[in-house]
Nanobody, 117 residues
Framework: QVQLQESGPGLVKPSQTLSLTCTISGGSITTNVYYWSWIRQPPGKGLEWMGA???????HYNPTLKSRTSISKDTSKNQFTLQLNSVTPEDTAVYYC?????????WGRGTQVTVSS
């Protein structure tokens, strides 16, 4: 059974960088068929796909966030990370990591990140 767990600070100040890590268990980030995604949900709004990384290291980003987003992986730790630069209060959301194979089939529980001074 694949499990994903998000971790990182719950509070980030405006203009700073938001950094989150997703730890995968019960599966490998190196399995070629999957993408590993970050998705967020602001309060009162729908889900927003932010971007994904493949085992090769290739990344794909939501065009609206591309200039501020970076996704990387650490194969030795079976983890992938999200960095979102220059955050504003509009980046306040629950952030999820998920595995994608035709659909996002496994999700972490999500972690609340609040951007506030």
């Amino acid at each position: 059974q694949v499990q994903l767990q998000e971790s990182g600070p719950g509070l980030v100040k405006p203009s700073q960088t938001l950094s989150l890590t997703c730890t995968i268990s019960g599966g490998s980030i190196t399995t070629n068929v999957y993408y590993w995604s970050w998705i967020r949900q602001p309060p009162g709004k729908g889900l927003e796909w932010m971007g994904a990384i493949r085992p090769s290291g290739n990344t794909h980003y939501n065009p609206t966030l591309k200039s501020r987003t970076s996704i990387s992986k650490d194969t030795s730790k079976n983890q992938f990370t999200l960095q979102l630069n220059s955050v504003t209060p509009e980046d306040t959301a629950v952030y999820y990591c998920a595995r994608y194979y035709a659909a996002h089939d496994y999700w972490g529980r999500g972690t609340q990140v609040t951007v506030s001074s």
